[in-house]
């Protein structure tokens, strides 16, 4: 099955998807979510490439942020970006949340 490339703001390396995607997790949770992958990746180390294997799409994605790394990604970044693409339109078309304590009308049946 083919993947479209995600959309791009017409600027060369800028990408509304990845934009987006990280606005859906949160600018500040997905910082420091990078931040303690690095943590991990300690060169040399087994766990470190355990950890390097286990986390390649949430580690691309974050290269992918910066303009210059987009400007020069291959098909299969570019399929992760419509991964993160197809991620947010999937987040937007989810009902809202039920409020805090809702025991009625949160599942159906």
Known sequence: MPF??????????ESPALDAFIALCGEGPWQSRVAELGLRMQPGSLSGRAAQQRHALELALSRLSD???LAKAGPAERRFCALAQDAVALAASLPPPAAPGCRTGCWPG
């Open 67 to 69: 303009p210059r790394a």
């Open 4 to 13: 479209a490339d995600p959309p791009t703001s017409g600027r060369p390396g």
